[in-house]
Protein backbone atom coordinates (compact mmCIF):
# COMPACT_ATOMS: atom_id res chain seq x y z
CA UNK A 1 0.00 0.00 0.00
CA UNK A 2 1.25 3.53 -1.01
CA UNK A 3 2.19 5.04 2.26
CA UNK A 4 1.58 8.70 3.03
CA UNK A 5 3.93 11.01 4.99
CA UNK A 6 3.53 14.48 6.10
CA UNK A 7 6.54 16.51 6.86
CA UNK A 8 5.85 19.79 9.03
CA UNK A 9 9.45 21.77 8.77
CA UNK A 10 9.43 24.39 11.49
CA UNK A 11 10.99 28.00 10.47
CA UNK A 12 14.58 27.19 11.77
CA UNK A 13 14.57 22.98 10.98
CA UNK A 14 13.90 24.82 7.37
CA UNK A 15 17.48 26.65 7.42
CA UNK A 16 18.94 23.19 8.27
CA UNK A 17 17.57 20.89 5.46
CA UNK A 18 20.48 17.92 5.02
CA UNK A 19 21.91 16.63 2.19
CA UNK A 20 20.64 13.43 4.22
CA UNK A 21 17.33 14.91 4.88
CA UNK A 22 16.75 14.91 0.78
CA UNK A 23 18.60 11.78 -0.05
CA UNK A 24 15.66 10.38 2.62
CA UNK A 25 13.01 11.74 0.18
CA UNK A 26 14.05 10.70 -2.65
CA UNK A 27 14.47 6.91 -1.42
CA UNK A 28 10.84 7.21 0.15
CA UNK A 29 9.85 8.32 -3.42
CA UNK A 30 11.84 5.17 -4.74
CA UNK A 31 9.27 3.18 -2.51
CA UNK A 32 6.33 5.16 -4.05
CA UNK A 33 5.79 6.80 -0.69
CA UNK A 34 3.47 10.14 -0.58
CA UNK A 35 4.52 13.17 0.74
CA UNK A 36 3.49 16.35 2.13
CA UNK A 37 5.69 19.46 3.43
CA UNK A 38 3.62 21.82 5.50
CA UNK A 39 5.95 24.81 6.35
CA UNK A 40 6.27 26.93 9.61
CA UNK A 41 7.85 30.38 9.50
CA UNK A 42 7.32 31.88 12.66
CA UNK A 43 10.58 33.14 13.43
CA UNK A 44 10.28 35.00 10.12
CA UNK A 45 6.80 36.53 10.85
CA UNK A 46 8.07 37.60 14.48
CA UNK A 47 11.51 39.64 12.76
CA UNK A 48 8.45 40.83 9.87
CA UNK A 49 6.43 42.22 12.60
CA UNK A 50 9.51 43.47 14.91
CA UNK A 51 10.13 45.72 11.70
CA UNK A 52 6.69 47.01 11.21
CA UNK A 53 5.79 47.63 14.37
CA UNK A 54 3.43 45.19 15.14
CA UNK A 55 3.76 43.52 18.62
CA UNK A 56 4.44 39.56 18.82
CA UNK A 57 1.85 37.99 21.58
CA UNK A 58 1.61 34.34 22.00
CA UNK A 59 -0.53 32.35 23.55
CA UNK A 60 0.13 28.62 24.81
CA UNK A 61 2.64 28.92 22.03
CA UNK A 62 -0.24 30.61 19.37
CA UNK A 63 0.08 33.76 17.61
CA UNK A 64 -2.32 36.56 18.51
CA UNK A 65 -2.74 37.71 15.32
CA UNK A 66 -4.11 41.15 14.32
CA UNK A 67 -5.68 41.79 10.84
CA UNK A 68 -2.25 43.82 10.19
CA UNK A 69 -0.72 40.98 11.35
CA UNK A 70 -2.31 38.79 8.80
CA UNK A 71 -1.10 41.01 6.10
CA UNK A 72 2.34 40.68 7.73
CA UNK A 73 2.83 36.72 8.16
CA UNK A 74 1.38 36.40 4.49
CA UNK A 75 3.96 38.28 3.29
CA UNK A 76 6.38 36.25 5.37
CA UNK A 77 5.11 32.63 4.69
CA UNK A 78 4.39 33.48 1.22
CA UNK A 79 7.07 36.32 0.62
CA UNK A 80 9.66 34.92 2.01
CA UNK A 81 9.83 31.60 3.38
CA UNK A 82 8.00 29.09 1.41
CA UNK A 83 9.58 30.31 -1.91
CA UNK A 84 12.97 29.44 -0.38
CA UNK A 85 11.86 26.22 0.55
CA UNK A 86 11.32 25.69 -2.96
CA UNK A 87 14.08 26.57 -4.15
CA UNK A 88 15.86 24.67 -1.77
CA UNK A 89 14.47 21.62 -3.01
CA UNK A 90 14.87 21.97 -6.11
CA UNK A 91 18.71 22.45 -5.47
CA UNK A 92 18.67 19.10 -4.12
CA UNK A 93 16.49 17.93 -7.54
CA UNK A 94 12.94 17.20 -5.38
CA UNK A 95 10.40 18.43 -7.79
CA UNK A 96 8.07 20.85 -5.65
CA UNK A 97 5.05 23.42 -5.55
CA UNK A 98 4.52 25.69 -3.20
CA UNK A 99 1.07 25.81 -2.65
CA UNK A 100 -1.51 28.38 -0.21
CA UNK A 101 -5.09 28.27 1.63
CA UNK A 102 -6.49 30.33 -1.98
CA UNK A 103 -4.56 27.65 -4.12
CA UNK A 104 -8.26 26.32 -5.58
CA UNK A 105 -9.59 26.15 -2.03
CA UNK A 106 -6.75 23.88 -1.06
CA UNK A 107 -7.22 24.95 3.10
CA UNK A 108 -10.91 25.94 4.47
CA UNK A 109 -10.91 26.95 8.46
CA UNK A 110 -12.64 28.96 10.79
CA UNK A 111 -11.46 31.26 13.67
CA UNK A 112 -10.51 29.29 16.54
CA UNK A 113 -11.40 31.87 19.32
CA UNK A 114 -11.43 35.51 17.67
CA UNK A 115 -11.26 37.26 21.12
CA UNK A 116 -8.27 34.98 22.31
CA UNK A 117 -6.35 34.32 19.62
CA UNK A 118 -7.74 36.92 17.12
CA UNK A 119 -7.55 35.74 13.46
CA UNK A 120 -6.14 32.41 14.02
CA UNK A 121 -8.03 29.35 12.49
CA UNK A 122 -8.44 25.89 12.63
CA UNK A 123 -8.42 23.22 9.14
CA UNK A 124 -11.96 21.81 8.79
CA UNK A 125 -11.34 21.00 4.86
CA UNK A 126 -8.65 20.23 2.48
CA UNK A 127 -9.09 20.02 -1.28
CA UNK A 128 -7.51 16.65 -1.28
CA UNK A 129 -7.87 16.32 -4.58
CA UNK A 130 -5.85 18.95 -5.94
CA UNK A 131 -2.64 17.32 -3.70
CA UNK A 132 -3.64 13.93 -5.42
CA UNK A 133 -2.80 15.68 -8.88
CA UNK A 134 0.65 17.19 -7.71
CA UNK A 135 1.59 13.52 -6.71
CA UNK A 136 0.44 12.16 -10.07
CA UNK A 137 2.76 14.70 -11.22
CA UNK A 138 5.61 13.76 -9.10
CA UNK A 139 5.65 17.36 -7.35
CA UNK A 140 6.19 17.26 -3.88
CA UNK A 141 3.03 20.05 -2.54
CA UNK A 142 5.02 22.66 -0.07
CA UNK A 143 2.11 23.93 2.14
CA UNK A 144 1.99 27.39 4.01
CA UNK A 145 0.23 27.06 7.37
CA UNK A 146 -2.79 29.85 6.56
CA UNK A 147 -6.52 29.01 6.10
CA UNK A 148 -9.14 30.49 4.44
CA UNK A 149 -12.76 30.87 5.56
CA UNK A 150 -15.79 30.72 3.57
CA UNK A 151 -16.18 33.96 3.19
CA UNK A 152 -12.52 34.84 2.42
CA UNK A 153 -10.98 35.93 5.63
CA UNK A 154 -7.43 34.16 5.44
CA UNK A 155 -6.37 33.02 9.16
CA UNK A 156 -2.88 32.39 10.64
CA UNK A 157 -2.90 28.52 11.70
CA UNK A 158 -0.38 26.90 13.98
CA UNK A 159 1.91 25.10 11.52
CA UNK A 160 1.83 21.97 13.72
CA UNK A 161 -1.74 22.26 13.59
CA UNK A 162 -1.83 22.30 10.12
CA UNK A 163 0.51 20.18 9.44
CA UNK A 164 -2.01 17.62 11.87
CA UNK A 165 -5.17 19.16 10.11
CA UNK A 166 -3.85 17.96 6.44
CA UNK A 167 -2.27 14.26 8.05
CA UNK A 168 -5.96 13.27 9.33
CA UNK A 169 -7.83 14.66 5.94
CA UNK A 170 -4.64 12.49 3.75
CA UNK A 171 -4.92 10.02 6.38
CA UNK A 172 -1.58 9.78 6.50
CA UNK A 173 0.55 6.68 7.85
CA UNK A 174 3.33 8.89 9.54
CA UNK A 175 3.34 12.89 10.35
CA UNK A 176 6.88 14.35 10.94
CA UNK A 177 6.71 17.45 13.10
CA UNK A 178 10.63 19.01 12.55
CA UNK A 179 12.04 21.39 14.74
CA UNK A 180 15.43 22.21 16.57
CA UNK A 181 15.36 19.68 19.21
CA UNK A 182 16.07 16.10 19.14
CA UNK A 183 12.99 15.35 20.76
CA UNK A 184 10.81 15.76 24.04
CA UNK A 185 12.84 16.12 26.65
CA UNK A 186 12.28 15.06 30.69
CA UNK A 187 15.12 16.34 32.89
CA UNK A 188 17.51 16.73 29.92
CA UNK A 189 17.13 13.06 28.71
CA UNK A 190 15.47 12.22 25.66
CA UNK A 191 12.14 10.51 25.03
CA UNK A 192 11.72 7.92 22.65
CA UNK A 193 8.47 6.46 22.37
CA UNK A 194 5.43 7.57 24.31
CA UNK A 195 1.58 7.09 24.31
CA UNK A 196 -0.88 9.78 23.88
CA UNK A 197 -1.72 9.36 27.53
CA UNK A 198 1.63 9.94 28.54
CA UNK A 199 2.17 12.99 25.97
CA UNK A 200 -1.31 14.32 28.09
CA UNK A 201 0.59 13.31 31.37
CA UNK A 202 3.69 15.65 30.54
CA UNK A 203 1.60 18.54 29.09
CA UNK A 204 -0.49 18.36 32.23
CA UNK A 205 2.51 18.39 34.77
CA UNK A 206 3.62 21.46 32.58
CA UNK A 207 7.24 19.69 31.33
CA UNK A 208 6.19 20.81 27.96
CA UNK A 209 6.57 24.48 27.68
CA UNK A 210 6.69 27.21 24.80
CA UNK A 211 6.56 25.73 20.94
CA UNK A 212 6.42 22.29 22.53
CA UNK A 213 3.00 22.86 23.54
CA UNK A 214 1.24 22.84 20.14
CA UNK A 215 3.45 19.74 18.73
CA UNK A 216 2.45 17.37 21.67
CA UNK A 217 -1.42 18.44 21.23
CA UNK A 218 -1.33 17.91 17.60
CA UNK A 219 0.55 14.48 18.12
CA UNK A 220 -1.96 13.39 20.65
CA UNK A 221 -4.77 14.69 18.04
CA UNK A 222 -2.95 12.86 15.23
CA UNK A 223 -2.66 9.53 16.89
CA UNK A 224 -6.48 9.76 17.85
CA UNK A 225 -7.18 10.37 14.35
CA UNK A 226 -5.26 7.63 12.74
CA UNK A 227 -1.91 8.16 11.88
CA UNK A 228 0.13 5.65 13.26
CA UNK A 229 3.38 7.57 14.11
CA UNK A 230 4.27 10.95 14.90
CA UNK A 231 8.03 11.72 14.96
CA UNK A 232 9.05 14.95 16.76
CA UNK A 233 12.54 15.14 15.67
CA UNK A 234 15.10 17.71 14.28
CA UNK A 235 15.61 15.21 10.91
CA UNK A 236 13.78 12.89 9.27
CA UNK A 237 17.09 10.55 9.68
CA UNK A 238 16.37 10.70 13.23
CA UNK A 239 13.40 9.15 15.43
CA UNK A 240 13.56 11.65 17.68
CA UNK A 241 10.32 11.22 20.10
CA UNK A 242 7.71 8.80 18.54
CA UNK A 243 4.09 8.99 19.46
CA UNK A 244 2.18 6.16 19.00
CA UNK A 245 -0.75 4.11 19.93
N1 LIG B 1 9.99 19.17 27.29
C1 LIG B 1 10.53 19.77 26.22
N2 LIG B 1 11.35 19.07 25.40
C2 LIG B 1 11.92 19.64 24.33
N3 LIG B 1 11.72 20.95 23.95
C3 LIG B 1 10.90 21.70 24.71
C4 LIG B 1 10.26 21.14 25.88
N4 LIG B 1 9.51 22.11 26.43
C5 LIG B 1 9.67 23.20 25.68
N5 LIG B 1 10.50 22.98 24.64
C6 LIG B 1 10.88 24.01 23.66
O1 LIG B 1 10.15 23.84 22.44
C7 LIG B 1 10.96 24.35 21.38
C8 LIG B 1 10.41 23.89 20.04
O2 LIG B 1 9.31 24.70 19.69
P1 LIG B 1 9.45 25.89 18.63
O3 LIG B 1 10.65 26.70 18.96
O4 LIG B 1 8.14 26.58 18.53
O5 LIG B 1 9.77 25.08 17.31
P2 LIG B 1 9.28 25.23 15.79
O6 LIG B 1 9.58 26.64 15.38
O7 LIG B 1 10.14 24.23 15.13
O8 LIG B 1 7.83 24.90 15.74
C9 LIG B 1 12.34 23.86 21.73
O9 LIG B 1 13.36 24.64 21.15
C10 LIG B 1 12.35 23.97 23.27
O10 LIG B 1 12.92 25.20 23.66
C1 LIG C 1 -1.29 30.90 14.77
C2 LIG C 1 0.20 30.71 14.79
O1 LIG C 1 0.80 30.64 15.84
N1 LIG C 1 0.79 30.63 13.58
C3 LIG C 1 2.21 30.49 13.43
C4 LIG C 1 2.50 30.05 11.99
C5 LIG C 1 3.95 29.75 11.74
C6 LIG C 1 4.49 28.62 12.60
O2 LIG C 1 3.80 27.87 13.27
O3 LIG C 1 5.86 28.48 12.47
P1 LIG C 1 6.84 27.55 13.32
O4 LIG C 1 6.41 26.15 13.11
O5 LIG C 1 8.17 27.84 12.71
O6 LIG C 1 6.76 27.96 14.76
C7 LIG C 1 2.92 31.84 13.73
O7 LIG C 1 2.34 32.89 13.45
O8 LIG C 1 4.06 31.80 14.20
Redesign the pocket.
Known amino acids: MTKKIVI??????ATQLSPAFFETIKIWQKQDAKIIIVH?G??HISSLMAQLNEPVQKVN?IRFTTQKGIEITKMALLGQVQPDLVETFRLNSVAAIGLNAGSNQLLTGHMLDQDVYGYVGAIHQVNSQLIQNMWQQNLVPIIAPLAMSNDGQWLNVN??HAATAIAKYMQADELY?????S????SGN?LHKITPQKALE?QESH?????????ISSAIHAVERGVHNVH?TNTVTHPGTIITL
Open positions: KIGGTAGGNGADLLTDVGVKVMLVITGGMVPKI
